[in-house]
């Protein structure tokens, strides 16, 4: 009796899946069959009422997306205005060689990353695991006074899958980025901008084949930083404080195919936060190479979040359901590895991690960085 009061009750579809370890094999296979119907619609063969679970992967690429376009800026503002890069401003030749020596005024970077990120379950969110696999290519150019312009791309695919909703999507992300810095002694100011758009395809289990969907989605993005460089001989201190914003959205979708097939309206999220740390780093000089190691850890503030919400519909039915966010306090941590082979040419590795209270990110990566 336990075991129908389960499987036919008014519990959620997420209790449900967390449960179905517990029982026969037979249990869950009728949950794949009945899943979401009351037992008065089973009675009568009604059609089953959309459920908030029925989205979960599409409540997922909607968070994704913006935590790829916020990876985007906030490795920018690491680039300019610390680690080798802030060096080079303060000692261009680097080993000591004058400060008015005329640095390289053009600088290219190409990059490869990937990113593993897990969201626990809240509210009606199963939770997800991501992967995302992706490159990114920039050109940037000191003017005079000080001022730094530059473009660049960012080329992502993320696997996302949701195990306890049976669900999986996909994301492809381009990003398209203008940046800038503005150096004034040791004091540096960035911003970045940041557009992208994606293209999403969800596919959910329903235990009579698949449910599909395929639509678009888009991201926009600006980050302000301001840094202080404190140099101490070959070692040196970073204090950053900045801002963050990023809005997303997300198109309606008809899902095509399988059993109960839902259609959803659009979902726009916004989110904005203050991110305030300090980088720490020392370089060595050797056979006229310099090698540079460098940690940061930052606070993370996420004083606006607004997740929006979409309305589910199966036939005349429909429901609403409230999107997913962050917890409003974290910390932000990393390193970095570079080797600069010559006055010309720079190879790195970073990883850059982030620390929710639902969310964990680590983000690894591989660039080659030229100065002319």
């Given at each position: 009796m ?14 449900w899946?967390r ?25 009568a ?44 401003k ?7 060689a004058?400060e ?12 490869a990353?990937?990113?593993a990120?897990t ?63 503005i150096?004034?002694g040791?004091?540096?100011w ?25 639509y678009?989605?888009?991201v926009?993005g600006?980050l ?29 979708f008809?899902e095509t ?11 726009s999220?916004e ?6 740390g ?14 540079d ?39 932000d ?12 040419a ?9 620390f ?17």
């Amino acid at each position: 009796m336990n075991l129908l009061s389960d499987l036919f009750g008014e519990r959620s579809q997420v209790t449900w899946l967390r449960r179905a370890g517990r029982h026969r094999p037979a249990a869950f296979l009728v949950w794949l069959m009945t899943a979401g119907v009351p037992t008065s619609a089973l009675a009568a063969s009604a059609p089953r009422q959309p459920l908030p679970a029925d989205i979960n992967a599409d409540l997922a690429a909607g968070i994704a997306s913006l935590d790829l376009t916020s990876n985007f800026l906030e490795r920018w503002g690491q680039q300019v205005s610390g680690g080798p890069n802030g060096a080079w401003k303060n000692n261009p030749e680097g080993g000591g060689a004058s400060e008015t020596t005329e640095a390289p005024r053009f600088r290219s970077w190409v990059e490869a990353y990937g990113v593993a990120a897990t969201n626990a379950a809240q509210a009606n969110f199963a939770g997800d695991r991501r992967q995302t696999y992706g490159s990114v290519a920039g050109l940037s150019a000191r003017l005079t006074g000080g001022i730094s312009l530059g473009v660049s791309i960012d080329q992502s695919s993320t696997a996302i899958n949701v195990p306890m909703a049976l669900q999986s999507a996909k994301l492809d992300l381009t990003q398209l980025g203008i940046q800038g810095s503005i150096d004034k002694g040791p004091w540096t100011w960035a911003f970045a901008l940041v557009h992208g758009i994606g293209r999403i395809g969800s596919t959910r289990d329903t235990g009579f084949g698949s449910a599909e969907a395929n639509y678009h989605g888009q991201v926009d993005g600006a980050l302000t930083e301001l840094s202080y460089y404190w140099s101490l001989d070959q070692s040196r201190i970073v204090p950053k404080a900045a801002l963050e914003y990023v809005h997303a959205s997300t198109d309606a979708f008809q899902e095509t195919g399988g059993f109960g097939a839902v259609a959803a309206s659009g979902i726009s999220m916004e989110r904005a936060r203050l991110l305030a740390g300090v980088e720490v780093g020392h370089y060595w000089i050797f056979d006229q190479k310099v090698l540079d190691l460098l940690a940061y850890g930052k606070f993370v503030d996420n004083f606006v979040q607004n997740v929006g919400s979409a309305t589910v519909s199966l036939g005349p039915q429909t429901i609403t359901v409230q999107g997913i966010g962050e917890s409003q306090y974290g910390a932000d941590a990393g390193a970095s590895a570079s080797l600069n082979i010559n006055r010309s040419a720079r190879v790195y590795v970073n990883y850059d991690g982030k620390f929710r209270t639902t969310m964990q990110s680590h983000q690894g990566t591989l660039g080659v960085e030229l100065k002319w």
